[in-house]
């Protein structure tokens, strides 16, 4: 089997794949990040300390892992500057275990302002972006207009793009919308931040392939989730990338058949920040308790998270489209207080069950959810570590969801520690693949 898996969030973000890539990190040599930028906060707790990282994998946190973020994503030098400086504050060395791909675009600081006007614009209509810059910079790279990390390694070249980029964007704005010009003023101070990231650029996929070659292990870090997705995800109220495990491969440039195994992580429930449909969503003292209990406010904003119940049709939806090897359940003890536990387990259109998750939003906004209840546990199982430990009705409930979504269970996280953690013994995935490389 291929030494590779990819881990991927299965909802719309948010489900704990920090947590997850942390503790299953020990079994690798690298972790690569293959998409999005500064806009996804990874939470971990580790030795006691609890780090928030955007951009740098979270495997940094282990001193015999590699850490390296891929061409797939999107990097302000001012965000990695200072998400360097809080981990090594933190006690974290460095050194030479971050790798940086030579291909990765840059985030400049009319990202930032472009997108906070794109969003003020919308009015009513918001996607609910962080305004971190990140989708105005994919806009470049598919426009072909972008700046890479590469560039950096030439100073005078990179100005000159530079003056060649804002030239084009002020011809455009002033036919277009009349508005102030863009100057370059920054150039010189953005440069003098992104000095050091010069150091750790690499082709990363050459690395990548020749450590797969020397049978080294990788783990694919991903951000976001699946049903956020710039193709497959609930458009437009989506990320700017390949947030799906596909994105593993175009993300760093590995080969689809390199890849061994693809694990979906998802909360027990389920949240969402920003705008676009959200079948399952709970409202009043309902979703007010879920958000109580489970901290549910997002890592880099702040923003409260919409919440609700675990959606059986989108899961199944993003195991068809990262073809799941198993599934990660976190956040179990968020429902330990519940009697009872509403599950969405089919949509109805016009009074008919749909049997695919719909591409338009009208309809998905539309659709009538058939809940299964059922029965609460009542006790707690906060940071139990053995799965016959779970009371009871805590496992017939995770059986439910695995045979209603079709992919088998591996681990059930119950706290933010990396022991915090259950893993199921019979699962394949733990005594085909982890298991034989512990």
């Not at 942390?22 to 971990?44: K, P």
């Not at 139990?384 to 209603?404: D, G, I, K, V, W």
Request: glycine share 10%; hydrophobic share 40%.
């Amino acid at each position: 089997m291929a030494n590779s898996v990819v881990v991927v969030g299965v909802q719309w973000g948010d489900e704990g794949k920090g947590k997850v890539v942390d503790a299953l990190a020990e079994h690798f040599d690298i972790v690569a990040r293959y998409q999005g930028g500064a806009n996804a906060g990874h939470t971990v707790v580790a030795n006691g300390r609890k780090f928030v990282l955007q951009l740098i994998p979270t495997g940094i946190l282990r001193p015999s892992v590699t850490a390296v973020i891929g061409n797939g994503v999107v990097i302000d030098p001012h965000a990695l500057a200072e998400e360097l400086e809080a981990i090594q504050a933190g006690g974290v060395e460095i050194g030479r275990r971050l790798l940086i791909s030579d291909r990765a675009h840059l985030i400049l600081p009319y990202h930032r302002s472009h997108e906070v006007a794109a969003e003020a614009a919308r009015g009513g209509a918001k996607i609910g972006t962080t305004s971190k810059g990140i989708g105005p910079s994919y806009e470049d790279k598919a426009g072909r207009r972008g700046l890479r990390t590469g560039d950096l390694r030439d100073p005078q070249r990179f100005r000159q793009k530079c003056h060649e980029v804002l030239e084009e964007k002020n011809r455009l704005a002033s036919a277009l919308f009349s508005s102030a010009r863009l100057d370059g003023r920054w150039v010189d101070e953005y440069l003098a931040v992104a000095e050091r990231m010069v150091p750790h650029l690499v082709d990363v996929s050459a690395c990548l392939n020749r450590a797969l070659d020397e049978d080294k292990r990788v783990l694919f870090e991903g951000a976001q989730g699946a049903l956020l997705d710039i193709d497959h995800g609930t458009y437009p109220f989506v990320t700017s990338s390949n947030a799906t495990a596909g994105g593993a491969c175009t993300g760093t440039g590995v080969g689809p058949t390199r890849i061994g195994a693809v694990i979906g992580v998802s909360k027990a429930y389920a949240t969402r920040v920003g705008s676009g449909p959200f079948p399952t969503e709970a409202s009043g003292p309902e979703a007010e308790k879920l958000r109580e209990r489970g901290a549910e406010y997002g890592a880099v904003t702040g923003r409260p998270r919409r919440c609700g119940w675990f959606d059986v049709p989108a899961a199944r939806y993003s195991a068809r489209l990262n073809n799941l090897t198993s599934l990660i359940i976190t956040k179990l003890d968020v429902l330990d207080h519940l009697a009872e536990i509403p599950v969405g387990v089919e949509y109805r259109l016009d009074g008919r069950p749909l049997q695919d998750f719909p591409a338009e939003n009208e309809a998905l906004a539309r659709v009538e959810v058939h809940y299964q209840t059922l029965p609460g546990w009542q006790q707690s199982t906060f940071g139990l570590t053995r799965f016959e430990h779970l009371p009871q009705n805590a496992r017939h409930y995770l059986r439910f969801l695995s045979e209603q979504v079709g992919v088998e269970i591996a681990m059930i996280s119950t706290g933010p520690e990396r022991e915090q953690s259950v893993w199921c013994e019979q699962s394949r995935f733990r005594q085909q693949w982890l298991a034989a490389r512990v």
